[in-house]
């Protein structure tokens, strides 16, 4: 925060490829006491779970955003954040986390991304989430190559066309090594190169590690917009 993090975004269960699933007793576990502390600061809090039970827990005691991975496609993860006044982060992601990279999509990607959020912005504004609770993930390394990767990038602006927010997670990427052959400890500039691309194209969240670099080059951005 004092970086400059508008959000703080909580997960307690890696969605690397090749992850592991956890229940959400598991994943409770873990992330209950950190959410506690956090609600205290009265700083926006998102939490990343795809469990419809993390989630109620979280939103009753006033997480603000929920993040989900999965774009709410779990039974009962629409039911759930229907009621409450939080925001939604809709990913794309193909197939899971556990064999997303063993088989990554074939199709053309954007055409891909289209399908899926006109179905799942149909389906939420079925339920009764307002679209201006909605935010859009293109899920960058979810089931993706490094070529169809890039190629959202190239095309970001394309997913402008649904009015909503864009996030954007670019950040010490796989797909950043496979270009610079940098290991990930070593890919803060491709990190920020991609994340300036990303707000140039229409991004309006950059989901980041490395804070106050990424604020530093965003003021530049600015400046010159």
Request: aromatic share 6%.
């Amino acid at each position: 925060l004092h970086e400059g993090a508008d959000i703080l975004d909580v997960g307690g269960e890696s969605t690397r490829p090749g992850a592991q699933a956890l229940t959400h007793q598991q994943e409770w576990l873990r992330i209950a006491p950190v959410l506690q502390e956090l609600l205290r600061w009265n700083k926006p809090i998102s939490l990343d779970t795809y469990h419809p039970e993390s989630m109620q827990k979280a939103l009753d005691w006033g997480v603000d955003i929920i993040n989900d991975v999965w774009a709410l496609r779990q039974p009962n993860a629409m039911q759930t954040v229907a009621p409450y006044p939080c925001g939604v982060c809709m990913m794309h992601m193909h197939a899971e986390p556990a064999t997303m990279q063993v088989n990554p999509m074939q199709e053309d990607v954007m055409a891909a991304l289209d399908v899926f959020f006109q179905t799942q912005l149909q389906l939420t504004d079925e339920i009764g989430i307002d679209r201006s609770r909605m935010v859009l993930d293109a899920g960058i390394g979810f089931g993706k190559t490094v070529s169809q990767n890039f190629h959202i990038l190239k095309c970001q602006q394309l997913l402008l066309q649904f009015d909503l927010p864009l996030m954007v997670g670019w950040s010490r990427k796989s797909s950043l090594g496979h270009v610079t052959g940098l290991d990930v400890s070593q890919r803060l500039v491709p990190s920020i190169a991609a994340a300036v691309l990303a707000m140039e194209r229409g991004a309006s969240i950059l989901r980041v590690h490395d804070v106050k670099e990424t604020v530093a080059a965003r003021a530049v951005w600015q400046a010159s917009a």
